[in-house]
């Protein structure tokens, strides 16, 4: 079945560093989503891209839809404390069910 | 705007005890609406999903049941509780944009069976 590769599984920086996450799958997909998750909460989501290539920007937040539509990537720059918490990605590919990686665990240490 | 709802936000039940968890979305029509389960922090396992009232699809055989009785409620249940059904539970709405889902997660119900 189809599956996500999201990396790293985890992440400890300083804040002030850049972050870089993707995720990548061996099948094609049209929609390719980015939640981030605080602890006991819900995912919230932060940034969907529809088209391949489209590179989209949220404050501090970038993320991409790879032209080959089968991996994308987000970056996070000048990390502050409250970027804490999981990152997931996800993609849809023409059904009801996304497919969602592992999550990044991310630390930031003042 | 849309707005996603669970209640209740944490739950404590024992063992061989019936569940309910409510799911209601606002400000949609016919949303396509899911149940997950996530363990550990980690890992979102989809339980059921829901294409319209009276529509439930399982992934996973389980001790739990699905209902849609109007289209934007969704409710998670069981007879009977195991402590393997503890976790934490996710309910989540999408819009059909035409093979191109978007969804998006209400706050989550903990629930520890005991």
């Known amino acids: 079945g189809q599956q996500l590769n999201q990396s790293p599984q985890s992440m400890f920086i300083q804040e002030g560093e850049d972050v870089s996450m993707n995720c990548t799958s061996s099948?094609?997909?049209?929609?390719w989503l980015w939640y981030k998750q605080d602890p006991g909460e819900g995912p919230v989501l932060l940034i969907a891209?529809?088209?391949?290539?489209e590179l989209t920007s949220n404050g501090r937040l970038t993320a991409q839809f790879g032209i080959t539509r089968k991996d994308s990537f987000l970056n996070i720059s000048a990390s502050i404390p409250s970027d804490v918490g999981i990152y997931f990605c996800?993609?849809?590919?023409?059904?009801?069910?996304?497919?969602f990686g592992r999550g990044t665990s991310l630390i930031v240490h003042p | 705007s849309q707005t996603i709802h669970q209640w209740p936000a944490t739950l404590v039940q024992p063992v061989g005890s019936p569940l309910s968890l409510e799911c209601t979305v606002e400000g949609t029509s016919n949303p396509n609406l899911y149940w997950y389960r996530q363990a550990a922090g980690r890992g979102l396992q989809l339980l059921f999903y829901s294409v319209g009232i009276g529509q439930i699809s399982s992934e996973v055989p389980q001790n739990l049941s699905a209902s849609r009785p109007q289209d934007r409620q969704f409710i998670l249940s069981s007879k009977k509780l195991l402590l393997s059904d503890s976790g934490f539970y996710l309910c989540?709405?999408?819009?059909?944009?035409?093979?191109?889902?978007?969804?998006?997660f209400g706050p989550g119900t903990r629930l520890l069976v005991l």
């Open positions: 996800a993609a849809t590919g023409g059904s009801y069910i996304p497919t």
């Open positions: 099948s094609i997909f049209n929609t």
């Open positions: 989540a709405w999408s819009e059909d944009r035409g093979h191109q889902e978007t969804q998006y």
């Open positions: 891209l529809y088209k391949a290539g």
